[in-house]
């Protein structure tokens, strides 16, 4: 079985910074890509960012670009998502996903594996 577990989230001022971090396990779940997602209460879940197993291809929302930025250490079997100059528009509960591709993508449908979420919320 693979399981996500996030963690790091919890209350910011805006302008603030948050990092979280998403841990990955499971005997047969070796290599693969990660994305975040999250979603606001009344609105669909979109897409944040999402990171290849190498850490060298990375995608990010454009509402986020430039703030947010993934990374991995995989010998930890952690990605994290450090999150800069948020706003309240970022208030949400955040999902890490991950999918054997080693090459991520930018939907939710690509991913096979879900963690519980962890809520962020930015204070205006």
């Known amino acids: 079985q693979v399981q996500l577990v996030e963690s790091g989230g919890g209350y910011v001022q805006a302008g603030g910074s948050l990092k979280l971090s998403c841990a990955v396990s499971?005997?047969?779940?070796?290599?693969?890509?990660v994305g975040w997602f999250r979603q606001a209460p009344g609105k669909e879940r979109e897409f944040v960012a999402a990171i290849s197993w190498s850490g060298v291809v990375k995608y990010y929302a454009d509402s986020v670009k430039g703030r947010f930025t993934c990374s991995r250490d995989n010998a930890k079997n952690t990605v994290y998502l450090q999150m800069n100059s948020l706003k309240a528009e970022d208030t949400a509960v955040y999902y890490c996903a991950a999918d054997e591709r080693l090459v991520g993508g930018t939907t939710g449908d690509i991913y096979d594996y879900w963690g519980q979420g962890t809520q962020v919320t930015v204070s205006s």
């Open positions: 499971g005997r047969t779940f070796t290599r693969y890509s």
